[in-house]
C-alpha cells in the first residue's frame, strides 16, 4: 500500500507523536533520554525550528513544534529518529525498527488548543503516575521552563 505524501507549511505549528515499535521502551536510561535531547537541540539550531514543548515517555514522544525556513517537519524528524535509532542500535548491539511506523502529526491552527496542547504534553507524566506534577518530570519541557514560564532549551540542566 502506497503511503501518501505529507503536505507541511513553514510557520506553522505541529504536535508530533512518534512511538517505540510494538509499544516497546525506548529509552533504557538516561543516557538515552539525554542523547535524545542532546539530538533535538542539535537539530533545532542548525535546521532552524522551534520547540515549545516536549516529553519523553517510556515508549513515546511527544514534540510541539514549528518548522523554521530551512527544512519541513518531515526531514527534521526524519533525521531525529535516524540518529537515535543508529545510536540505540549500536549501544545496546541490536537492529532494525526502534520506531513503530511514521511519527505522526497534527497541525495546530488554534492559539487556544496550542495552548491546551503545552499542558497535554507536559501532563503526559502526571496521567501515567510517573509524578505527582509536570515539573517533577526530568524528561519534559515543564522542567526547562524558567521562572517567568518560559520555556528554555537547556540541556545542562539535565546532564548532571
Same mark, same amino acid.
Given at each position: 500500500?502506497?503511503?501518501?505524501?505529507?503536505?507541511?507549511?513553514?510557520?506553522?505549528?505541529?504536535?508530533?507523536?512518534?512511538?517505540? #515499535? $510494538?509499544?516497546?521502551?525506548?529509552?533504557?536510561?538516561? $543516557?538515552? +533520554?539525554?542523547?535524545? =535531547?542532546?539530538?533535538?537541540?542539535?537539530?533545532? !539550531?542548525?535546521?532552524?525550528?522551534?520547540?515549545?514543548?516536549?516529553? /519523553?515517555?517510556?515508549?513515546?514522544?511527544? =514534540?510541539?513544534?514549528?518548522?523554521?525556513?530551512? !527544512?519541513?517537519?518531515?526531514?527534521?524528524?526524519?533525521?531525529?529518529? =535516524?540518529?537515535?535509532?543508529?545510536?540505540? @542500535? @549500536? +549501544?545496546?548491539?541490536?537492529?532494525?525498527?526502534?520506531?513503530?511506523? +511514521?511519527?505522526?502529526? $497534527?497541525?495546530?491552527?488554534?492559539?487556544?488548543?496550542?495552548?491546551? /496542547?503545552?499542558?497535554?504534553?507536559?501532563?503526559?507524566?502526571?496521567?501515567?503516575? /510517573? &509524578?505527582?506534577?509536570?515539573?517533577?518530570?526530568?524528561? %519534559? %519541557?515543564? #522542567?526547562?521552563?524558567? #521562572?517567568? %514560564?518560559?520555556? &528554555?532549551?537547556?540541556?545542562?540542566?539535565?546532564? #548532571?
Amino acid at each position: 500500500m502506497n503511503e501518501q505524501q505529507r503536505v507541511f507549511f513553514d510557520k506553522v505549528y505541529y504536535h508530533i507523536t512518534a512511538r517505540g #515499535n $510494538r509499544r516497546e521502551l525506548i529509552w533504557r536510561d538516561d $543516557r538515552d +533520554r539525554f542523547f535524545y =535531547l542532546s539530538k533535538l537541540e542539535e537539530y533545532r !539550531k542548525c535546521l532552524k525550528f522551534e520547540i515549545f514543548a516536549y516529553v /519523553l515517555m517510556p515508549n513515546h514522544v511527544h =514534540l510541539a513544534i514549528a518548522a523554521g525556513p530551512i !527544512k519541513t517537519i518531515s526531514h527534521i524528524m526524519q533525521r531525529l529518529s =535516524l540518529s537515535y535509532a543508529k545510536y540505540y @542500535n @549500536n +549501544r545496546y548491539r541490536t537492529c532494525g525498527h526502534l520506531w513503530q511506523g +511514521r511519527f505522526h502529526s $497534527r497541525v495546530i491552527t488554534d492559539e487556544n488548543y496550542f495552548s491546551n /496542547l503545552i499542558a497535554y504534553i507536559e501532563g503526559n507524566p502526571v496521567r501515567a503516575k /510517573l &509524578v505527582d506534577a509536570p515539573c517533577n518530570y526530568m524528561w %519534559s %519541557s515543564a #522542567n526547562a521552563r524558567d #521562572n517567568e %514560564s518560559r520555556f &528554555v532549551v537547556s540541556l545542562s540542566s539535565i546532564s #548532571n
